[in-house]
């Protein structure tokens, strides 16, 4: 996974982001961030209003910190937050001359099967319903793969404020390792540099699972308070809102 976002590189660099105190490193602010990029993972994630108020959701059944979560990146205390109902993100910026890379990542525990959430999150042609600048989502191809697995080419629409961005994505299911991998398509006409990112599903016990949601690119020139934006508002919003859909089908399933 050479283009994923590293769980654990950067050192302090790629800090927690809790959502009561979200702040971006040093306060931080001078970015040379991107219009298309940022458009890219703005639209992709913005959703309706979701309260940021952590619930009263603690577990305490979950303790200590499960090996595989821990080969996420996440720390002893991201676990507790993440056991009480919050959402943990991450976030960081990596600059030279010409380029502003971006590349952040959220975690969330869903009270459904990590096979519910799998199934969620595939259905890329539903995005629109919980994804409020998500326009258009055209499934162009699907072709079966190795192992069982399945490669889907999907044409997006997004809009975010003033600005409509337009590209295509090659997604790699993979139904055995609850994984979801995506990368821009460079043979088409896209209007981002670069777009990549996983979606992954973790079992932690019955009826419950983590999501791990990673992306990554390189955007184009916008206000950097927009980028800490992204990270501190849209992000857990997404999430929590990935959340409520997934419960709400896992529970109309048993009913």
């Not at 539903?126 to 600048?133: A, L």
């Not at 258009?136 to 080419?153: N, W």
Request: aromatic share 6%; hydrophobic share 40%; glycine share 6%.
């Amino acid at each position: 996974r050479a283009w994923a976002p590293s769980p654990t590189a950067g050192g302090a660099g790629l800090q927690t982001l809790m959502v009561e105190r979200c702040t971006m490193r040093n306060g931080r602010t001078r970015h040379r961030t991107t219009a298309c990029l940022l458009a890219c993972l703005t639209t992709a994630l913005s959703t309706a209003h979701v309260s940021m108020a952590r619930p009263e959701r603690a577990d305490r059944t979950l303790a200590p910190l499960p090996a595989e979560v821990a080969a996420e990146g996440l720390r002893e205390g991201d676990w507790d937050s993440l056991i009480d109902g919050g959402v943990v993100v991450r976030g960081r910026t990596k600059s030279n001359a010409t380029t502003e890379a971006i590349q952040a990542a959220g975690f969330i525990i869903v009270e459904a099967p990590a096979s519910a959430a799998y199934a969620f999150v595939a259905r890329h042609e539903r995005r629109p319903e919980y994804s409020r600048c998500t326009k258009a989502v055209e499934i162009l191809s699907r072709e079966e793969a190795e192992r069982g697995r399945e490669t889907v080419k999907v044409r997006e629409t997004h809009k975010s404020l003033w600005i409509t961005t337009r590209y295509t994505v090659d997604y790699t299911h993979d139904p055995g390792l609850r994984e979801i991998r995506w990368a821009l398509d460079p043979a088409a006409r896209n209007d981002v540099r670069d777009y990549r990112g996983s979606w992954r599903l973790i079992e932690l016990g019955p009826g419950r699972s983590l999501i791990a949601y990673r992306i990554a690119g390189v955007p184009g020139k916008l206000p950097s308070f927009l980028i800490d934006y992204f990270v501190r508002q849209d992000l857990p919003a997404f999430l929590r809102a990935v959340r409520k859909r997934v419960e709400e089908e896992a529970r109309a399933v048993k009913t």
